[in-house]
């Protein structure tokens, strides 16, 4: 009963239930934040609108996106993922979500910002449907917990419109 | 020499007892154990509910040996998701994210592709020859927390 083994085991097994609780408490904690994110988003320059050798249309936007999720991080946050993506429907897909651009913010101090860019990744269809195409750009974020639930959210920006001929 | 017989007896029979209770109490934990990693696989809906990061590029929010926790179901999926995947033939499990989808209107099948955070280019070089995309039945689940 007093044996080393014995003893080990209960403290192991006594370690680790308390981890499992600390960790789950660390996650619900989050729970108690109420965040108030801010984005926009504004399309700068439609650089150019080809459509590619293989029939898919491509298009190259300069993109302005300023950003506010300061209000996102908690003690339990690892870092925050956001992501700007266009969306819109084709007649042969209901859904379409191209990410356009991605970034990490991991800290506080780095959750308010602006960036002008192009986009990161190519804004390729699946077929030639985008002449004229009105599409939202909708920024997604995903919080990354030290440990526990991740969770994300979206804010809609809507209104955004390709032109009609390629260029 | 009646009463040395019966002690034998008794001792042997006593072994016998705690070897078997032994046995069987072994029995009933190794049982329990497997009853439980079930139970857990049926809930989470996926095979493997818990997995561990064997690579580094999701970093910085996933390094190497972080445990995650999967979980399953028929939602359909969407961009951001940090998603596991089989690529076919290999058994190495792969925990990306969703960047790109594209949904069909008539039968709701999709094509999606992948990156890992830390990485430069997307997932296309690590699917086989030919494929573009992933479809639902490649993904085995959805990271849910760490």
New interface residues.
């Given amino acids: 009963m007093h044996s080393f083994g014995y003893r080990a085991n209960a403290l192991v097994t006594f370690a680790v239930t308390i981890l499992a609780a600390m960790c789950s408490l660390a996650s619900l904690s989050d729970n108690f934040n109420v965040p108030t994110p801010t984005a926009d988003v504004k399309v700068l320059n439609i650089n150019w609108f080809q459509k590619q050798p293989n029939g898919n249309d491509e298009v190259s936007l300069t993109l302005n996106i300023s950003v506010d999720l300061s209000s996102m991080f908690t003690w339990n946050t690892k870092q925050v993922f956001v992501f700007v993506a266009a969306e819109y429907e084709t007649p042969q897909n209901a859904l379409n979500q191209v990410s356009l651009w991605d970034g990490i913010i991991p800290s506080k101090e780095h959750a308010k910002f602006w960036i002008h860019t192009t986009n990161k990744y190519r804004f390729i269809d699946q077929g030639s449907n985008l002449r004229g195409k009105d599409f939202n750009l909708t920024l997604h974020w995903h919080v990354m917990p030290k440990t526990g639930k991740m969770f994300a959210d979206k804010i809609v920006k809507s209104g955004y419109h390709l032109p009609e001929e390629y260029r | 020499m009646g009463w040395i017989g019966g002690n034998l007896e008794s001792i042997r029979s006593l072994q016998t007892k705690q070897a078997l209770t032994q046995a069987v109490n072994l029995g009933l934990v190794v049982t329990s154990a497997l009853i439980l990693w079930r139970g857990l696989m049926c809930v989470t809906g996926t095979e493997s509910p818990v997995v561990v990061v064997l690579s580094g590029s999701m970093e910085?929010?996933?390094q190497r040996g972080d445990i995650l926790f999967l979980h399953m179901n028929q939602d359909p999926i969407?961009?951001?998701?940090?998603v596991v995947f089989n690529v076919d033939g290999k058994d190495i499990p792969i925990v990306h994210?969703v960047?790109?989808?594209?949904?069909?209107?008539d039968t709701?099948e999709v094509?999606v592709l992948t990156k890992g955070?830390n990485n430069e280019e997307?997932d296309r070089l690590l699917y086989p020859y030919g494929q573009l995309w992933l479809q639902k039945h490649h993904i085995t689940g959805r990271?849910?927390?760490?």
Avoid at chain 2, 78 to 82: L, Q
Avoid at chain 2, 99 to 105: L, N, W
């Fill in positions: 910085p929010g996933f969407r961009a951001g998701e940090i994210r960047i790109e989808v594209h949904e069909r209107q709701g094509d955070d997307d990271a849910i927390g760490t």
